[in-house]
């Protein structure tokens, strides 16, 4: 394994500014994966990745190590970094010292909606966004599309947040989802406070998209008048409403329990 010990090499230079710049990473097709538990996640469902990086010190500690070894073994790129850059490098605070460089997929997206979905429009927050990506996954649901303005799914907050769901789920971003929801196959569902009909009444044993919106201003209008259906989520306290990542784990799983009750 190559060990880097200077500021002024080029590889390192590399890192930084794909560490730092989402606008490099978008550029280069590349995330950073930092963290044991993304590396193995990783390396379970999409293989090895295009470069492993390991801070010096963190080569003794033995997850780094079976991580290394199985990298080498996938003949991935293993790069070794002095503390110092790996510090400066790594976007993760008293981590373990260790992040994976891998190409960012790019699924091609379906010309129609015919599986159970998540549509997301102009979610904010990295955490909600993860937080749901991990509900999904869980969940059974393969396909995410976000739109314009959705936080971006890569970034290391949202991957941190999503645990691993990303490897497991066909993301799709930029997406025009007025158009996708006028060719989908499938019901489009959307939750409001003002619906007559509750979750629970409706019928979710079939494939279902749901549409899910802004933290605070929720789902656009255009994408509100393209639901073929609006749900509430009822509750008993004061709250007005959910955050936007429990209520879909709410929908979700309320959709999973009727898949799977009769079995």
């Given amino acids: 394994m190559k060990l880097i010990t200077s500021k002024d090499n080029a590889l390192f230079k590399d890192l930084k500014q794909l560490a730092s710049s989402s606008q490099a990473r978008r550029r280069a097709g590349q995330s950073l994966l930092d963290g044991v538990h993304l590396a193995q996640a990783w390396l379970q469902h999409r293989g090895a990745p295009q470069v492993c990086v390991v801070a010096e010190s963190a080569q003794v500690h033995p997850e780094v190590a079976a991580i290394l070894m199985r990298c080498e073994e996938g003949r991935a790129q293993c790069l070794v970094l002095a503390d110092k850059l790996y510090d400066a490098v790594s976007t993760v605070e008293n981590g373990v010292g260790l992040f994976f460089l891998v190409a960012t997929p790019d699924p091609v997206a379906p010309k129609a909606l015919k599986e159970s979905a998540v549509l997301l429009d102009g979610l904010q927050d990295p955490g909600n966004l993860g937080s749901i990506l991990r509900s999904a996954a ?7 599309f976000c739109a314009p303005g959705t936080a971006a799914a890569w970034s290391p907050k949202v991957l941190r947040a999503g645990m691993g769901a990303h490897f497991v789920l066909d993301i799709f971003e930029n997406v025009d989802l007025v158009a996708l929801c006028a060719s989908s196959r499938i019901p489009l569902l959307a939750t409001s406070s003002h619906a007559a009909q509750t979750l629970y009444e409706c019928d979710l044993s079939g494939p279902v998209a749901w549409l899910l919106g802004h ?3 929720g789902v656009s209008p255009a994408l509100q008048d393209a639901a073929t259906q609006e749900v509430v989520i009822p509750h008993l306290g004061e709250m007005e409403s959910l955050n936007v990542a429990a ?5 979700l799983f309320e959709q999973v329990r009727q898949r799977t009750a009769g079995r």
Wanted: glycine content about 14%; aromatic content about 0%; overall charge neutral.
């Fill in 215 to 217: 933290e605070g201003q």
């Fill in 247 to 251: 209520a879909a784990a709410v929908c």
């Fill in 138 to 144: 869980a969940a059974g649901v393969r396909q995410v």
